[in-house]
């Protein structure tokens, strides 16, 4: 299944397994944006999710999106910021 990332304005595609722990989807991430797993943190509809979650037991699945905060370099954790992008207008599903 594949997942979809985001941080701002960035995106990353990452394909995991559901039995995948979000520590696991965290290491993967790490080989993309050079962050450690330590100081990362994902959300998935506002909850901040636990290293030793399974994605299947959260009920996470194919195509979901997670949100990515990361540890700043005074320590603190920035606010979860999501670029969200709407259709122009006319552009009508």
Known sequence: MYLRI??????VFLQVGPVDS?????????????EEAASQRLYWRD???????RLSDLG???????GLALKTP???????EIARYDAPDGDAE
Do not use: F, P, S
Not at 60 to 66: A, G, P
Not at 74 to 80: A, M, Q, V
């Open 22 to 34: 979000v520590g696991n989807v965290k290491e993967a991430l790490h080989e993309y944006i050079q």
């Open 60 to 66: 996470i699945q194919d195509d979901d999106e997670l």
């Open 47 to 53: 909850t901040l999710l636990q290293d030793e979650q």
């Open 74 to 80: 005074t320590g603190e954790w920035e606010t979860l």
């Open 6 to 11: 985001k941080r701002k304005k960035m995106v």
